[in-house]
């Protein structure tokens, strides 16, 4: 992985460099999707209320406002504070946003509207905007108006029903915010592409990103399954994933993740344990047909083979045999695999206000124009000089808005 640090690339900046994105997002589903955008090199300017990004306070830091979770979601960006509250405070982003290429939000559109910040509103200030809303629900829905979290969509597009499908004692989420994130990927894509469309066009337009349809049509496409038909030849469920022994397998001292799908890995896994005829006489496991009918017990078989050795034994055989095998890792052993390390990942770099800080790489590798971590993640307020300045304002002007409460800077700022 190039490293994302400093960029080897032929070009300056990353494949989004000169785009300018106002980032009116909080918390998670937005900030995710404009860290990636401004990785990607987008200016990136977040706007923040008064006291800052709610997550800057959640879970584990350093310093007031500057939580983990909220740095890993808001590196590569500008922090202006606006007090979107006060006529001012809507007078100065618009000055923002008539120079920009992307609007995105994540509040409900019917504040957005009461603010006066509509797409028509925003449109009439720059005809050429890209408007982005990382909404709850689909606006001609009857859940147009209702608020919207991470656990909420994941509940309604059925991920604790899955949970007990799959063998849990009772409904669970996901472990992650699943739905912030992959909303958040989706949010990407939207911005992306509206702005090719608009390279192509010349025309902007406002797009909007749904959680919940986004997450049904997440789920659904591997659930629908039978029902996919009219009428259904099946029930909803795909089987293999809801089998309650798809999960890391036990061996003698710990556990393992193994996945055997076509002929060739399990005919010649049953060859490595000295049992080919599993595969080549039974028929409930000849054919990817037969196993999908007769998964459970197949996977049931599977578990109780994988007790038989131990975890380091495992790899070594399946590894040698080209079957897919991987550890069942905790996020203290994820940060100390060694492919990880190897492709620089995790990077240790010094934070101008928090000191050393690990850092989480870009996934990507790209040959021409290569992302890279811009600047780390901001105090609230950090940039608000600079971008204003750069928006038009004069000194008096930002002395004025500093004055009235609708601007704030931290302390030692220089932008």
Known sequence: MTDTTTSTATNQGGPLSGVRIIDLTTVLMGPFATQILGDYGADVIKVEPPGGDGVRGVGPRRNAGMAAIFMHANRSKRSVVLDLKQSAGIAALMRLVADADVLIYNVRPQAMARLGLSYEAVRAVNPRIVYVGCVGYGQSGPYAAKPAYDDLIQGAAGIPALSVQAGSDVPRYAPSPLADRIVGLAAVNAVTSALFWRERSGEGQ?????????????????????????????????????????????????????????????????????????????PRFSSIDKRTEHIHALYALLAEIMTTRTTAEWSELLDAADIPVMPMHDMDSLMEDPHLQAVGFLQEVEHPTEGRVRQIGIPSTWSKTQPRVSRPAPRAGEHGREVLAEAGFTHAEIDALLGSGVTSIPSGAVG
């Open 206 to 282: 406002a797009v909007e990103v749904p959680m919940f349809e986004t997450m049904a049509q997440f789920t659904l496409s591997d659930h629908m399954c039978g029902r996919s038909y009219e009428p259904a030849v099946g029930p909803s469920g795909y089987a293999r994933i809801l089998n309650p022994n798809r999960r890391p397998y036990a061996t003698s001292d710990g556990y393992l993740c193994v996945l055997l799908y076509n002929d060739k890995q399990w005919q010649t896994f049953f060859r490595l344990i000295g049992k080919p005829e599993v595969f080549e006489s039974d």
